[in-house]
Antibody, heavy 118, light 109 residues
Framework: QVQLVQSGAEVRKPGASVKVSCKAS????????IHWVRQAPGQTFEWMGWINAGNGNTYYSRKFQGRATVTMDQAAKTVYMELGSLRSEDTAVYYCARDLFLIPRDPWGQGTLVTVSS | EIVLTQSPGTLALSPGERATLSCWASQTVRKNSLAWYQQKPGQAPRLLIY???TRATGIPDRFSGSGSGTDFTLTISRLQPEDFAVYYCQQYDTSPEWTFGQGTKVEVK
């Protein structure tokens, strides 16, 4: 079964950037897409962006266009999400998740807590 | 953007009771592209249902999904102690962009 393992918690100051990784295990990495979703404390989920692991195409929520960048190292089966110009409202748990043929699949990554504080 | 509204916000029930959770979409969700997730504190969400009514791998049959168009329902037939959690609906009609409901908390009465 495919597993997604994310990098550890991060603390950043306002204005800085953060890069979170999501490493996939198992086969057929190129067959699916990886999404980035975040969850602020006590809130629901907010979709940020997506990368097609087969061809590297990306797509972003309008809210994060220009501030979030999703990249991948296909050989390492690892996807990265970098978020810049951080502010306190970006404090959240960031998750990677996948879909196969547009259908969401389990499991998600375990989540990465990003704390933005001066 | 498709906005999802879940009801109720909190559902207080006893183990063994039936839980009925609703999710309304602001516009038609085509091809029943709707999923349900369970989330427990400190954990990632767990996929329960996709395509409105298809159980994900390993999900017990006490969980069932129904509905189409703009109205969807998640039913837990007999609540087990491990089912008390927050439940979210998600639409993927507008893939790759996803949207989520605000969640329903199922708590012990």
């Amino acid at each position: 079964q495919v597993q997604l393992v994310q990098s550890g918690a991060e603390v950043r100051k306002p204005g800085a950037s953060v890069k979170v990784s999501c490493k996939a295990s198992g086969s057929s990495f190129e067959s699916y897409a990886i999404h980035w979703v975040r969850q602020a404390p006590g809130q629901t989920f907010e979709w940020m962006g997506w990368i097609n692991a087969g061809n590297g195409n990306t797509y972003y929520s309008r809210k994060f266009q220009g501030r979030a960048t999703v990249t991948m190292d296909q050989a390492a089966k690892t996807v990265y999400m970098e978020l810049g110009s951080l502010r306190s409202e970006d404090t959240a748990v960031y998750y990677c998740a996948r879909d196969l043929f547009l259908i969401p699949r389990d499991p998600w990554g375990q989540g990465t807590l990003v704390t933005v504080s001066s | 953007e498709i906005v999802l509204t879940q009801s109720p916000g909190t559902l207080a029930l006893s183990p063994g009771e039936r839980a009925t959770l609703s999710c309304w979409a602001s516009q038609t969700v085509r091809k029943n592209s709707l999923a349900w997730y369970q989330q427990k504190p400190g954990q990632a969400p767990r996929l329960l249902i996709y395509a409105a009514s298809t159980r994900a791998t390993g999900i017990p049959d006490r969980f069932s999904g129904s509905g189409s168009g703009t109205d969807f329902t998640l039913t837990i037939s007999r609540l087990q102690p491990e089912d008390f959690a927050v439940y979210y609906c998600q639409q993927y009609d507008t893939s790759p962009e996803w949207t989520f409901g605000q969640g329903t908390k199922v708590e012990v009465k």
